[in-house]
């Protein structure tokens, strides 16, 4: 195990910058998710970190080692890619091995460091087996596998799943994560899936554009994001949004079309303010009495729980209805939001309003 410490890295091409003073710590055995949309800088951070990039500024120690001038090799690190990069002419038990024959160890030690790591990841049958006559899933178990046997301070993982289908997906972060329990080793992942940073992370750091915007425990992330950015990227379905002003006497939220939203409790010197209010889709809820009329216009059924697109006030919201529950496309119903789930953000710049 190890530490990674990230300080004010920075990285341009030219002129252009494209990493604007990260600061990360992450300690021994922590699994720190990097989570963003595309070109959000997180792949480049990743290869920094690799030294397959060069950084521009700041530092990157690992075990309060400085290594931004060390070579990949003697970074103690190994990294997973999301196209596998197996050796196509090698067997399983080669891939796995390469790296230690060309460090020159033994191959006693070799030959039982691969079939240790093969017994983790449920190899043993696929060892003389080359790469295409793997599945997806086999050969990004392959990839780890290669990865394990050099034993490395530090996992690196870079979108390692994004070629899989969705239920390969599932299955693969439940086995990544185990891996982690078990070796008890520091990764580092990168993804663009929201969902992979909540299942899979001890903390996860949000970026965007090259900056941090939040890091946190997944919960606290999703509890308490710090602005509208973070808000709407984490959590699936999105978080739903209504622009208006705060009327006075805590009234509630007026929207474009005129009307005034109740959306709960908010302090009274708020009043007058133009801001954002968030609700999660599971904190709206379907009413026999009361609430806001809506229109269903979209009706998505998945079994354990319901999505339902209405049309409330001139909005458009999502709910989550996680009860068995008969509504169709066009139906009317009443909405209510959650007490004490809803969210507040700045208009101007959507940084999280407090409202105790």
């Known amino acids: 195990m190890a530490s990674v410490k990230i300080s004010d890295v920075r990285k341009n091409y030219g002129s252009v910058s494209v990493i604007h003073g990260v600061d990360i710590d992450i300690r021994h055995g922590e699994f720190v998710v990097l989570v963003g949309p595309s070109g959000c800088g997180k792949s480049t951070l990743l290869r920094m970190i690799a030294g397959l990039e060069n950084i521009s500024a700041g530092t990157i120690a690992i075990d309060d080692k400085v290594v931004n001038h060390l070579e990949p090799k003697d970074r103690d690190i190994a990294m997973v890619f999301q196209n596998y990069a197996l050796y196509p002419q090698m067997t399983v038990a080669q891939n796995m091995s390469f790296a230690l024959e060309l460090a ?65 997906r599932v299955a693969m972060r ?31 750091v949000v970026l965007n554009a090259g900056r941090i915007e939040q890091i946190g425990t997944p919960l606290e992330l999703y509890d308490r994001p710090v602005n509208r950015f973070v808000a709407g990227f984490i959590g699936s379905p999105a978080m739903n949004f209504i622009a208006g002003t705060l009327e006075a006497g805590q009234v509630g939220l007026k929207v474009a079309s005129g009307a005034v939203v109740a959306i709960g409790p908010y302090p009274a010197e708020l009043a007058g303010r133009n801001v954002v209010f968030g609700i999660r889709p599971e904190h709206i809820h379907v009413v026999e009495t009361g609430g806001l009329n809506a229109r269903a216009e979209v009706v998505e059924p998945t079994g354990s729980e319901t999505h339902v697109m209405v049309e409330a006030a001139g909005e458009k919201l999502v709910a989550v209805i996680r009860r068995r529950i008969t509504i169709a496309a066009g139906d009317l119903l009443a909405i209510a939001f959650e007490d004490g789930q809803g969210h507040l953000f700045d208009a101007a710049d959507g940084q999280r309003l407090r409202l105790t």
Do not use: C, W
């Not at 790591?117 to 086999?138: D, M, T, V």
């Not at 034993?151 to 870079?158: A, G, Q, R, T, W």
């Not at 891996?179 to 969902?195: A, E, K, N, S």
């Open 104 to 168: 020159k160890v033994d191959k006693a030690t070799i030959r039982q460091k691969v079939d240790a790591a093969a017994a983790i990841l449920g190899l043993e049958p696929l060892l003389n087996r080359k790469p295409a006559q793997l599945s997806g899933g086999q050969r990004q178990r392959v990839a780890m596998g290669r990865a394990i046997v050099r034993n490395p301070k530090v996992f690196l993982f870079d979108e390692p799943l994004s070629n899989l289908d969705a239920k390969l």
């Open 174 to 204: 439940a086995e990544i994560k185990g891996l982690h329990q078990r070796l008890g080793t520091t990764v580092v992942y990168v993804t663009h899936d929201q969902i992979e940073a909540m299942t899979m992370a001890d903390k996860i």
